[in-house]
């Protein structure tokens, strides 16, 4: 008989800007009661402090602007006020994070420190011109931060159907910064995978696919972790 671990569990989604891991994110809170914890929004959160005499959202806003990633001690301080604040409430899904090894290794000292259940990562896979086609042409809700596909019924309204703001585009999401950003992802991910393959916490999903498959592909991956 299957007996639920005593611990929240917790995920790392991995995949490329543009392979739909804010989207898998959303659909994992909501099926496994998790909080979503993505490093895309903490850092949209201090971009948009940028211009205020604040040096640090500064700094991230250029960064943000010209499609280079922050560098791990920026994530790492978000990501650790974060656990700080809700790490006995809830289990978390990472949404890009961590990107890196040494974030990965920081994260296991997050994990031990907190006591927390050791993460499962899930790696969704799509290629470079797929993805860049995908970022291009979406766009997001600047209130709720929802973001919008092409295939979405909303987002050829142009409006957001829960607050009627007009959609907007990301300014990172032009073909030459998405080609960065991938190629960024790229560069970082092989000695991540390797770090949590070696720990029998990987699992590769095929991301292009429409959105309910690949959900339910990472579904069928969990099973054993449940």
């Not at 907007?168 to 073909?175: I, K, L, V, Y």
């Amino acid at each position: 008989m299957h007996t639920a671990h005593p611990r929240p569990m917790n995920l790392v989604l991995l995949g490329p800007p543009g392979s739909g891991k804010g989207t898998q994110a959303q659909l994992l809170e909501e099926r496994f009661s998790l909080y979503h914890l993505g490093t895309g929004d903490l850092v949209r959160t201090v971009y948009m402090r940028a211009g205020q005499g604040d040096s640090f959202a500064d700094e991230v806003k250029v960064r943000y602007d010209t499609g280079i990633p922050q560098p791990d001690h920026v994530i790492l301080e978000m990501v650790e006020h974060e656990l700080t604040r809700l790490h006995h409430k809830t289990g978390f899904v990472f949404d890009a994070f961590p990107l890196s090894l040494p974030q990965a290794i920081e994260l296991e000292r997050m994990v031990q420190r907190f006591e927390m259940r050791e993460p499962i990562a899930v790696c969704i896979d799509v290629v470079r011109a797929e993805a860049i086609r995908r970022l291009t042409l979406r766009k997001y809700c600047p209130n709720d931060k929802l973001v919008f596909h092409p295939q979405d019924s909303d987002y050829k309204g142009n409006h957001c159907h829960i607050c009627g703001a007009e959609l907007q585009h990301r300014p990172d999401d032009t073909a030459e910064l998405a080609g960065k950003r991938y190629d960024a992802y790229i560069q970082r991910i092989l000695d991540l995978k390797a770090f949590y393959k070696e720990r029998g916490q990987l699992l590769d999903v095929n991301g292009e696919q429409p959105i309910p498959a690949v959900f339910n592909d990472i579904l069928r991956a969990l099973v054993p972790y449940l």
